[in-house]
């Protein structure tokens, strides 16, 4: 399956990050078309291209926008989530570096679609390279004329706040990410009501992630058909593939959704040379894992899920068999439990029990029974913590121990660094195995 | 065989008694120790540097089917510490007009602060006299106790002394104690 | 007359006749709660629902009174239909919803046996050191639905213990199960956020600003909701078991909101009380005064009768001092006064009120130990005395505008206050008359209707018509206090503003026992249930209840406020009858002394060593609260019957020792609470006309810099002695102006009064220029000794001086 960059397609010209360099690219003229449109009309557009949400639940992008109710008198909010924190995920902070005008458009095609005033872009804090440049952006379009009053003479007015968010995986939840906007404690609020109908402000509010946002005025420009030639009946479109790991040439790919892993590890250069896979994530470390024998499911959300795992961030990491799944675990359950917000008990006091015995394990500590104890604690955060964080932190391990019960259970009796040496793993050059 | 007359018959048992181990103990005079698990007075415990065990939590209280206990808890003050942690039982009293000696306090007691000596002279000429108070049921200092309120052994905490790695008073503790701070003066 | 018989607490029947017509109204839904088939309001939530069928699902953070939060997770449930088990406490239910717990579903019980072993994870074992040990929800649940022993053999979480949040409440930090349930309370009923969670994951923990104490008026809720030991009160903290101690249900007599309480004690001793569930008053809140001020009940207590011998007193038998007493009083027969104290039971009222006029055969009596005025007993007598309920909480919590005059509820009637801050989260609209808008006034998102002190008349009359449309919706309420009687025509302002908009007007004393002593008739001109002394007809009948000829009772109304002090003082009335009253409390607390002095003969009723024990002639103690039973009336004019705490007290109620006094004189009163209650009840509220009401042309307030003053909840009160820890959470002293008037005092100011000047700190405010709000009764500024000021005395300010 080839290649199909959309977003990426300019990258490799050092000014599309400017105003002048996006539209020497086609830029803005999407946005041109979409204000002489009536904007349900651009609602059920964005429904028919059967867009989904990039940020890794997959909703109907369409469908989401239909349910802020119109002519409520309340104002509405677009928020633009760009607190891309996920481990593996890298894909929104490369579009927002590279690409921001096209995040700033769509800002302006959704607005105008839900009818919102103000629009605001969440960044994740620690990339302020990230929060200039697209302030930058939004900056470079209100001169520009399309922000402000009265945008392009259509009556529509749109105002962007470019947010930096104080560094919190759970910002990235979008009602905790609503928390934080408006100035509280990042922590999820309890749904319903849900965000479409009391969001920010307790208003009406459309939260997206900007990959999905991005993708907005690519539809706009070239409509339905030319979306839907890519991609699956459910998952149509293309996908920006953040590929990661022991691959000879990670990086950023964007592709139809279907291509299979195998066909994006081919593009990455394949595996560092004389390695196999050992194990894969397809996006981000709250999926399941998958192993070598998964490589050929093409990466659509729906292939995913009967594969047992998500489609995730779209984010693929893959790891050699030099690689220590315990470890690899223990460092994911360990963000889990630093980034856990503490509002309910599960997540807040399960990562902490569950960390604390992989890194039992990691020492080479421990009993088989706690391997299976793990197990039923996971299954006691899964579907019962407050948001998906606590799912996301109970995911890795019982995924892992389908495929490596093995390495668990010696894990209880030998560390991970003596099961397999750590410099073998590393990639950089002159590291040299025990 | 010409039988004996019965009342003859009847001494026999008694003459038999003159040669079996005589059971009549010649108390007070002679104490016999009872059996180690005998149930007797309570003791407080302490620490091994002086400190008492008791935390005033009040389940010998709460577990006595007697409503023999009355405790009452506090707090340890910088200036004032009469246990390790925070909390410790001022008044402390056992009503053996009540008491059963049953020991279910002694399982109770989550510090292992109450405990049964074997001692049962038990007796009294007044009603109050058989309410002990807490100076009544401490145990004795022993060589290498000082006498609370003092500090703890500097450096430990109250998690220490539950481990029972404190293994006796510090030399600055003799000195925090009022007791011994007066005994050194004078 | 609103108190009767022994009417026992809680719901009141007339709630159910009322509940018939809201059941009509409601739309009711069919649920099934563990194959239960069950009619519910719609809206309502599962774990509501599951109560109602007496199923008791496991919660930490769910309460009734504070917005589901869904955080601890202890409550999962099965819902039909829905692939992951649900929080009951969140679950709303709809139409034809099933929904199972854990008495009928695996799921659910699995679910809340795990989230229990988490909760349990990092709390620690100290159970025997902790105070909710036997009352512990975490406790009881752990037992009822947790796993009989933990898999975890980790270190548990460990934070440095306990920290003060405030001089009253501490916080053991690795105790707290996050279930927010304190922050809750703190932003949505008492609106003082100030205890936050802080920071995240298993490290997130209940904290503070560092510079910022948790001084809450209403703090000690937060204690008694935390569903673990986490927080304790310093008063209480170590104290005792709740296995030991004897819990009675009381009402508080510290103000006239009228808590429902239950007091614990243990072997005589008042360890703790905590606020009692009554959803009419005060749901399940209360204040910290009412909450931990008890010790002034076993402090400084008068243990005998005394008697003044060459000029000391000293101690004497009960015969005998009654007999001193009656012998005193028989003398002055007709020429008595009598100050009734304003923390009276309304039995304890009611028995000075008959002694007054008969044993003593006067009318000179007030219960009012403040400042008072003419207008303002006039007020009183004609529109609150004896009258039915005019507004009550609910009627607050349902009304679209309330107006406060000359009232601060959150200082003078803290579940006023919390009352009403829920009703303005529901939109109703508060309106404040008065001259600063308090923090109170904008956590109740209320406005300031401007009046400087002393032209609160004219501000009412002149009212704006936006205002005044909005108190002419139905189900408006003004809400009047105390200190009305300090503005000259307010009264009169008030009754003419309820009458034109129709808003129901009532009256908020400060004071538990004012509304009930006012019902009792201890109020010159006023017999029991608002009978007024000059009409025929209530004099014969209460002639008829006393057992004596209408002719024998007085027939013109006695002296009040002021005037009965000055007579006393002038040597017009030759001996006093003083009941709990603090001369200190008197706007003119010089005038209350020398009346004590100068007159003859003084009989002082008291459970402490006051100013008036110091100088009376025969001292009679009497029970306190804890000691008696009895009954307040709180501001809407519902009874509020305690029953004796100590049943072995040997302390007599003031009834009962005025009834020897009255026996002694040849006279007759009921002694117990039993017979007071039915001779009242047989009595009943006046029908017949009442007296006037006042018609005062409004007065203006002083030229200058005049004060505004009102006293704070936690002050100088005496009973609010011995409990330093609560002492330690009252409002610094200061004096609030404008931020002009900031600018040109500086960081204090000294302030100078006819009697005095006091120095303080100055505080910027939201307060009318010219005007200076200091409190009038606490540490450093009693306004009455101090200045020799009232609220609208003109005050000289000078910046500086030594604070």
């Not at chain 3, 360890?271 to 008890?294: H, I, M, Q, S, Y």
């Not at chain 3, 003119?588 to 100013?611: M, T």
Request: charged residues 20%; aromatic residues 6%.
């Amino acid at each position: 399956m080839p290649l199909t960059p959309v977003i990426t397609e300019h990258w490799d010209d050092p000014e599309l990050f400017t105003i002048s360099g996006y539209r020497r690219h086609g830029g803005y003229r999407a946005l041109e078309s979409a204000l002489t449109r009536d904007p349900d009309a651009l609602i059920s557009l964005v429904k028919d291209s059967g867009l989904r949400g990039r940020g890794g639940a997959g909703f109907p992008t369409g469908l989401k926008w239909s349910f802020v109710p119109q002519n409520d008198g309340k104002p509405h909010y677009l928020v633009v989530n760009a607190d891309e924190s996920e481990p593996g995920a890298c894909k929104d902070i490369p579009i927002m570096l590279a690409n921001p005008h096209a995040l700033v458009e769509g800002v302006i095609i959704t607005s105008y679609a839900i009818r919102a005033k103000h629009a605001f872009i969440y960044i994740r804090g620690e990339v302020p390279e990230a929060i200039r440049r697209v302030a930058n952006a939004v900056r470079e379009a209100r001169e520009a004329g399309y922000l402000g009053t009265d945008i392009r003479g259509t009556g529509f007015d749109l105002d962007v706040v470019v947010h930096a968010g104080a560094g919190a995986y759970i910002c990235g939840e979008e009602t905790a990410l609503l928390d934080s906007l408006e100035g509280f404690r990042g922590q999820p609020r309890l749904k319903p009501p849900f965000p479409a109908v009391a969001g920010l402000y307790a208003s009406p509010t459309v939260i997206n992630n900007v990959e999905t946002i991005c993708n907005i005025p690519y539809i706009v420009d070239r409509g339905v058909d030319w979306f839907r030639q890519f991609g699956t009946e459910k998952s149509p479109g293309f996908k920006v593939f953040a590929v990661s790991g022991h691959v000879n040439r990670p990086g950023i790919y964007e592709a139809p959704l279907g291509i299979t892993m195998r066909e994006l590890l081919d593009y990455a250069g394949g595996m560092r040379d004389g390695h196999q896979v050992k194990f894969w994530l397809p996006g981000g470390s709250s999926v399941p894992m998958l192993t070598a024998d998964h490589l050929d499911i093409p990466m659509t959300y729906e292939d995913m899920a009967a594969a047992g795992t998500m489609l995730g961030t779209g984010t693929p990491m893959i790891f050699d068999e030099t690689v220590s799944v315990v470890k690899a675990v223990t460092r994911w359950l360990e963000f889990y439990k630093h980034e856990s917000c503490g509002k309910c008990t599960p997540c807040r006091e399960g990562t902490y029990w569950i960390t604390g015995t992989l890194e039992k394990f990691e020492h080479g500590h421990g009993t088989e029974q706690e391997v299976e104890t793990l197990v039923e604690l996971c299954g006691q955060i899964m579907g019962r913590s407050f948001c998906a964080l606590g799912d996301a932190a109970a995911t890795p391990y019982p995924a892992a121990l389908k495929y490596f019960r093995d390495e668990f259970v010696a894990a209880t009796t030998t560390s991970a660094d003596d099961q397999f040496d750590p410099v073998a793993s590393y990639v950089f050059a002159g590291a040299v195995a025990r | 065989m010409p039988e004996l007359p019965q009342a003859v018959r009847g001494f026999g048992v008694t003459f038999l008694t003159m040669f079996k181990k005589v059971v009549t103990e010649q108390y007070p005079e002679q104490k016999v120790p009872p059996k180690p698990r005998f149930h007797g007075r309570h003791q407080l415990n302490r620490w091994a540097d002086g400190l008492e065990k008791c935390v005033g939590c009040e389940l010998c209280a709460w577990a006595c089917p007697a409503d023999a206990i009355f405790v009452e808890g506090a707090d340890n003050s910088d200036q004032e510490r009469f246990s390790p942690g925070e909390r410790y039982g001022r008044v402390y009293q056992i009503n053996y007009l009540r008491c059963i000696f049953c020991g279910l306090c002694i399982e109770a007691c989550p510090t292992r602060a109450l405990t049964m000596t074997n001692e049962y002279e038990l007796a009294d000429d007044s009603r109050a006299k058989l309410i002990y108070e807490k100076k009544d049921l401490l145990a004795p200092l022993l060589p290498g106790m000082v006498a609370p309120p003092h500090e703890m052994v500097p450096g430990t905490t109250e998690r220490d002394y539950y481990a029972n790695t404190v293994k006796g008073a510090s030399p600055e503790q003799v000195t925090t104690s009022p007791a011994e701070a007066e005994e050194v003066a004078s | 007359m609103t108190v009767t018989n022994n009417a026992p607490s809680g719901p009141s029947p007339d709630v159910a006749g009322a509940g018939t017509d809201v059941e009509v109204a409601v739309d009711l839904i069919t649920v099934v709660v563990d194959g239960v088939e069950m009619r519910v309001p719609k809206g309502t939530l599962a774990i509501r629902a599951a109560e109602q069928l007496g199923i008791e699902v496991p919660r930490f953070c769910d309460h009734p009174l504070l917005d589901p939060v869904a955080a601890c997770r202890a409550c999962l449930i099965e819902v039909e239909g829905m692939p992951k088990p649900q929080p009951a406490c969140a679950q709303v239910l709809s139409d034809g919803m099933e929904v199972r717990t854990q008495y009928s579903s695996e799921v659910a019980r699995v679910a809340q046996e795990g989230v229990m072993e988490f909760l349990l994870l990092n709390h620690p074992l100290d159970c025997p050191v902790c105070d909710k040990g036997g009352e512990c929800p975490l406790q009881n649940q752990a037992m009822s639905v947790g796993r009989p022993e933990s898999r975890f053999t980790g270190a548990k979480r460990e934070f440095e213990k306990p920290i003060n949040v405030s001089a009253q409440v501490l916080l053991d930090r690795e105790r707290c199960v996050s279930c927010a349930r304190c922050t809750r309370f703190a932003e949505q009923i008492a609106g003082d956020p100030m205890i936050e969670l802080l920071e995240r994951g298993a490290k997130q923990q209940v904290g503070t600003a560092a510079d910022e104490p948790f001084d809450s008026y209403f703090s000690g809720n937060t204690v008694q909701i935390c569903p673990v030991g986490a927080l304790t009160s310093a008063s209480y903290r170590f104290r005792s078991r709740p296995f030991d101690l004897v819990s009675v249900p009381t009402a508080c007599e510290h103000c006239a909101s009228g808590c429902s309480l239950r007091t614990d004690y243990r072997r005589g001793v008042v360890t703790r009380r905590l606020a009692w569930d009554d959803p009419d008053v005060n749901e399940e809140w209360n204040c910290d005064k009412g909450r931990f001020a008890f010790a002034y009940l076993n402090q400084g207590r008068i243990e005998s009768p005394m008697i003044r011998e060459h000029g000391s007193l000293r101690v004497a038998s009960w015969p005998e001092a009654i007999d001193a007493a009656a012998r005193g009083l028989a003398t002055a027969r007709g020429s008595v006064g009598v100050l009734v104290g304003g923390r009276s039971t309304v039995e304890d009222a009611y028995a000075y009120s008959r002694f007054a006029r008969t044993a003593l055969a006067t009318d000179h009596i007030d219960f009012r130990a403040r400042q008072g005025s003419a207008e303002e007993a006039a007020f009183l007598s004609s529109k609150v005395a004896g009258a039915p309920v005019s507004a009550a909480y609910d009627d607050l919590e349902s009304a679209p505008a309330v107006l406060l005059v000359s009232l601060e509820p959150e200082d003078e009637s803290p579940i006023v206050f919390l009352r009403l801050r829920k009703a303005a989260r529901a939109g109703t609209q508060v309106l404040s008359v008065g001259a600063t808008a308090t923090r109170s006034l904008g956590k109740m998102s209320g406005r300031l209707v401007s009046a400087r002190p002393g032209d609160e008349a004219n501000a009412l009359r002149s009212l704006d018509d936006e205002t005044r449309a909005l108190l002419g919706q139905p189900g408006a309420v003004i809400l009047v206090g105390e200190r009305i009687a300090g503005s000259v025509g307010a009264a009169s302002a008030v009754l003419e503003l309820a009458r034109e908009t129709g808003a129901a007007l009532a009256w908020v004393p400060r004071r538990s026992g004012e509304r009930g002593a006012l019902d009792a008739g201890a109020l010159a001109g006023l017999l029991p249930g608002g009978r007024p002394l000059t009409d025929e007809q209530a004099r014969r009948d209460v002639a008829a209840a006393w057992g004596v000829e209408a002719a024998d009772l007085p027939s013109e109304p006695g002296l009040i406020g002021a005037d009965l002090l000055e007579a006393a003082r002038d040597g017009r009335l030759s001996a006093l009858v003083v009941g709990g009253v603090e001369l200190a409390d008197f706007a003119d607390p010089g005038l209350a002394v020398a009346a004590v002095e100068n007159a003859d003969f003084v009989v002082s009723l008291e459970n402490h060593h006051s100013a008036v024990t110091e100088l009376a002639d025969v001292v009679l103690p009497v029970a306190v609260v804890t000691e008696k039973s009895g009954t307040f009336v709180n501001w809407e004019g519902r009874p509020r019957p305690f029953g004796q705490v100590f049943r072995d007290a040997l302390t007599m109620s003031d009834a009962r020792v005025l009834a020897m006094v009255a026996e002694a004189m040849g006279s007759s009163l009921p002694a117990d609470v039993a017979s007071i209650r039915k001779e009242m009840g047989a009595l009943g509220p006046w029908t017949g006309a009442r007296t006037p009401a006042p018609d005062t042309a409004p007065g203006a307030s002083a030229d200058g810099v005049v004060i505004a003053s009102w006293r704070q909840l936690l002050d100088s009160g005496l009973m609010q002695e011995g409990e330093p820890h609560l002492a330690a959470t009252a409002r610094p002293t200061v004096a609030i102006v404008s931020a002009s008037m900031a600018a040109a005092l500086g960081e204090t100011v000294t302030i100078s009064g006819p009697a005095g000047s006091v120095t303080l700190p100055v505080v910027t405010g939201d307060v009318l220029d010219r005007v200076v709000w200091v409190p009038t009764n606490s540490p450093g500024c009693h306004i009455h000794a101090d200045l020799g000021a009232v609220p609208g005395t003109p005050v000289q300010l000078s910046a500086g001086g030594a604070a």
